[in-house]
């Protein structure tokens, strides 16, 4: 995950009032796992359909403008 869509990713979790906890049971994966995400440690095929479940749940776009 770039770090522009991770810092999207961390103010609209702040802005909702949610955690990375909450997020992950949304996927149904573990917050570790989010984290991993979040922070670039996973970047995979799997990961990737997970990024955009997290921009499709938090409504954020993927793209850079």
Do not use: P, T, W
Not at 15 to 43: P, T
């Amino acid at each position: 995950m770039s770090k522009d869509l991770a810092a999207r990713v961390k103010n609209e979790l702040f802005r909702r009032d949610m955690r990375q906890k909450d997020l992950a049971e949304m996927l149904n994966v573990s917050s570790a796992y989010v984290s991993d995400i979040i922070h670039g440690r996973r970047s995979g095929e799997k990961a990737q359909k997970h990024i955009k479940q997290i921009c499709k749940i938090l409504d954020i776009n993927k793209k850079v403008v």
